[in-house]
């Protein structure tokens, strides 16, 4: 009886057939691309250094407004505080950095920038366009950025 009722109504057990087969397959396919876009994304977000590194400057920021310093002894971002968040579960490393802008002048030429002191781990890190890394005996030395040279002007010229 069943198999006489599907050769009566073939067009309608095809488009049934039809149905569930793209069905099937529309949902095999919805499941693999959210898969492989989640694993992309996961990726993408375990690549950034945003994501694996946090800045801690000493004072704090309140919520809309400006930044407040403190200076009590116990904001102090000193070794006893890099200590203690290298004890944080997870930590792998603490790179204490020092960040001081500056104005430059050289032969009546001005700019600012950033003299940044750090630690034999961040040069390790650095990638370099040219030149070469820092040698344990200079210690001490600068490295100036590519773009330095292109920021100085003259403010009696304005050039």
Known sequence: ???TNLKRMRLRTALTAAGVIIGTAAIVTMVGIGSGLQKTTREQFESEA???QISVFRGSFSRGGPFVSSTEESDALNKKAIDRIKDIEGVEAVVPNINVAID???DGGVSSA????VTEYSLEKLELKEGRKFRLKEMGSIVVGDRVAETFFNPKTEE
Not at 114 to 117: A, D, L, R
């Open 1 to 3: 009886m069943v198999l």
């Open 50 to 52: 945003t994501l694996t």
């Open 104 to 106: 430059l002048q050289v």
């Open 114 to 117: 950033y003299i940044v002191g």
